[in-house]
C-alpha cells in the first residue's frame, strides 16, 4: 500500500503512550491501534484533526505517500 502511517514515530517524538493518545482523541485503542499499524482502509478527517491537535504535527507528519 503507498500510504504509510507514521503515527508511531509521533507518538514516540512526543512520548505519548497509545492509551493516552486514544483517550485524548476520544478513540479506542483498538482502533487507534488498527490505524497505527495501517489495519484500516480509511480515516475520517475530523479523526485525523484531533490526532494533529494532540500531537502538535501536520497531516503529513502521520500519513506519507510513497510509490511501490
Not at 36 to 57: E, M, P, Q, W, Y
Request: aromatic residues 2%; contains cysteine.
Amino acid at each position: 500500500m503507498p500510504i504509510i502511517v507514521n503515527l508511531d514515530v509521533m507518538m514516540a517524538r512526543r512520548k505519548m503512550k497509545m492509551k493516552d493518545l486514544a483517550d485524548a482523541v476520544d478513540i479506542s485503542q483498538t482502533n487507534l491501534s488498527l490505524l497505527k499499524n495501517s489495519h484500516v482502509r480509511g480515516i475520517r478527517f475530523n479523526t485525523l484533526a484531533k490526532l494533529c491537535k494532540v500531537l502538535d504535527c501536520q497531516p503529513g507528519d502521520i500519513l506519507e505517500y510513497k510509490e511501490d
